[in-house]
């Protein structure tokens, strides 16, 4: 059978698609397929761990079969188990019956072909491809292809696994009847990214719909503008980002104008219903201001490529239309916490590689996934032999590295050493237990659920008692505010996380009341008489003295010093604060100190000249407090020598 015929549908039992030597029964069209040459149907589906065994991996690195039996023995340990195993011979079947004809005809094509392709392939377990056929017998589908009326129509309710395996065997299906041609894709309301271009991680052969969008000259400018975004190197997540946000434009347009909007009708209001639709969507802000920051980038290129003449000028995102964010709350755990989840004991309850990678995580601040992408390589050291890491920061899209501890160089050696016994040419330090060679890293969200189990085998928990949970995430939170509170800079902070900016590196790590109370503490406080203030030695009275300074340092800074008042009191003072009795001053404000007492000499020459009697009486009392406090900071060697003259 020819490509041409497999699209329209002949599939006549006489009819003999060209076969490969492929681990598959000799016809295309049987009901079962039986999968017994171990080392191709290997190239598809990984194998058991169990040496020799030609059954595919289920969990636990095992097949059905030995699961069966390591559950049966009362779940020994892996190694020891593997050592007493023997291999299961019997090959494993799939089972395609309860399909149309033309479907099992594409199944078996596209198994062979991914199969035989081990170049970019796609594995996954057998148990999710068996979790996609019953998938289409629910729905009745008639083919795989994405362009044929018998498509299936939706998988949003399967598991990621399920949709992953119909992604490549569609994929390899379509390839194989309809070369990748990236003119011809354009027109597609269907696009394949490896076809247009996109280079993602393995296993991201995903897909752009423009079909839901009914205006035509809406279609064509978004496909225009996801093929630019595709070029510049647009990340998988965020093309994703940009798709959502226009399909929601697409949804407001013809909510305001129709589906057969014409771009004339594209008008401020048309943007005003757009905002009401997001926030019908109960999104939250930040997800509603990135639909508006994907819009507005979409406009922008189609003024400045001058895409669609006609769009009205007035059409586009204004820094009004963004949605107020609240302040981010610090994300740090818990001391408390952490000293469960550091715990020796504790670790050692996490399997590798998830041990070594939580020790990543705890002592870098990497994010999840940048970390169990780490290159097998990801060592270096610099002249004096200090380890770094290097890695990839995938958010960024950039090399970085930053030092760790020979501790943890050394842990991850000795994981490199584990590795490479197994699979020499491996490629990642936490190669994913369906790649055989190492080149595939665990997936973050796989990886982040054994985090997750792993808390509940810990029984971590707070200091009432209460599970507690926590995300890779807040690791990073945690590390950015351990490094603040140990006086690290913020700058040598922001470089460790690879931050763009320093904002952003504010939002992750907040200083601690005791971090701010050591250095007032350490701090020399003098009144307006020149006296140093000595702290109270009663912890009591010096807890209490304490919140009164924290909060007087948040509401009532002056730009000479601090106010001592109470919060409850008014000030009688007025602006005369260096006349204050309970005003505080440091060393820090000397400039402010000498500059205030030049002005309020000249003020004075400039009064006694007028003979404003009452204005050189007043001045003269501050200029004799700026004195004092002048000479004590100077006297305590805190200051600088410049005269006030």
């Given at each position: ?84 195993s ?20 594409e ?9 035989s ?95 839901t ?24 997540s ?14 407001a ?131 004096q ?16 590295t ?22 020499p ?56 505010t ?105 060393p ?12 309020t ?32 900071i ?12």
């Amino acid at each position: 059978m020819t490509r041409r015929e497999i699209r329209g549908g002949s599939t006549g039992p006489g009819d003999a698609l060209p076969r490969m030597r492929l681990a598959l029964s000799p016809r295309f069209d049987a009901a079962v397929i039986v999968l017994d040459d171990t080392e191709l149907a290997g190239n598809l589906f990984p194998l058991c761990s169990i040496g020799g065994c030609a059954r595919f991996l289920s969990t636990k690195q095992l097949c059905q079969t030995h699961l069966y039996r390591w559950n049966k023995l009362g779940q020994p340990g892996l190694d020891e188990f593997r050592a007493q195993s023997g291999p299961a011979t019997r090959p494993e079947r799939l089972d395609l019956g309860g399909l149309p004809e033309r479907l099992r005809i594409e199944l078996a094509l596209a198994i062979q072909l991914l199969a035989s392709s081990p170049r970019d392939r796609q594995r996954f377990r057998l148990q999710d491809l068996r979790g996609l056929l019953g998938r289409l017998r629910q729905r009745e589908a008639g083919s795989l292809l994405i362009d044929s009326g018998d498509q299936i129509t939706e998988l949003q309710d399967a598991s990621s696994a399920v949709r992953r395996a119909y992604a490549a065997l569609s994929s390899a299906l379509e390839q194989f009847l309809e070369p990748p041609n990236a003119s011809s894709e354009f027109e597609r309301d269907v696009w394949r990214l490896e076809v247009m271009g996109f280079r993602g991680r393995t296993g991201q052969q995903g897909r752009l719909r423009f079909s839901t969008m009914p205006q035509p000259w809406l279609r064509l400018l978004a496909k225009r503008f996801m093929r630019w975004r595709i070029s510049t190197g647009t990340s998988y997540s965020q093309l994703n980002r940009d798709m959502t946000a226009l399909q929601r434009l697409a949804d407001a347009f013809t909510e305001h104008a129709g589906a057969s909007g014409a771009v004339q009708d594209f008008t401020r209001e048309s943007i005003e219903v757009y905002l009401n639709l997001l926030l019908r969507l109960r999104l939250s802000p930040a997800s509603r201001s990135y639909s508006l920051s994907s819009t507005a980038l979409f406009l922008r290129a189609v003024r400045e490529n001058n895409w669609e003449p006609a769009l009205p000028p007035s059409v586009g995102i204004r820094m009004g239309d963004h949605p107020r964010r609240p302040a981010a709350l610090p994300r740090a755990l818990p001391e408390f916490v952490m000293a469960q989840i550091e715990d020796t004991k504790a670790l050692e309850q996490l399997e590798q590689p998830h041990r070594l990678m939580m020790q990543i995580l705890i002592r870098t601040g990497l994010r999840l996934s940048d970390t169990y992408r780490l290159e097998i390589d990801c060592l270096l050291n610099d002249n004096q032999n200090a380890p770094y890491l290097r890695y990839f920061n995938h958010k960024m899209s950039r090399e970085a590295t930053l030092p760790i501890d020979d501790e943890l160089a050394a842990a991850i050696t000795q994981q490199t050493t584990v590795v490479r016994a197994v699979m020499p040419e491996a490629r990642y330090l936490a190669p994913a237990p369906i790649s055989t060679n190492g080149d595939r890293p665990w997936n973050p969200g796989t990886a982040a659920g054994h985090i997750q189990a792993w808390q509940t085998t810990i029984g971590l928990h707070d200091e009432q008692g209460r599970p507690f949970r926590f995300t890779a995430h807040q690791l990073r939170h945690t590390y950015a505010t351990r490094l603040i509170n140990a006086d690290v800079p913020q700058e040598v902070v922001r470089r460790l996380l690879d931050h763009e900016s320093h904002e952003m590196t504010a939002r992750y790590a907040r200083l601690k009341d005791e971090t701010v109370r050591r250095h007032w503490e350490q701090a020399r406080k003098i009144n307006i008489h020149g006296e140093i203030l000595r702290p109270e030695h009663d912890d009591a009275i010096n807890d209490a003295a304490w919140m009164k300074e924290n909060l007087g340092r948040v509401t009532m800074a002056l730009p000479n010093g601090y106010c001592g008042l109470p919060l409850q009191q008014a000030c009688p003072h007025a602006n005369a604060c260096l006349t204050c009795p309970v005003f505080v001053t440091t060393p820090d404000f000397l400039s402010e100190h000498l500059n205030h007492l030049r002005s309020t000499k000249r003020l004075i020459a400039q009064a006694e000249t007028a003979g404003q009697t009452r204005v050189v009486e007043m001045n003269r009392h501050v200029a004799a407090n700026l004195e004092s406090i002048i000479g004590t900071i100077q006297s305590t060697g805190d200051g600088s020598s410049n005269d006030a003259n």
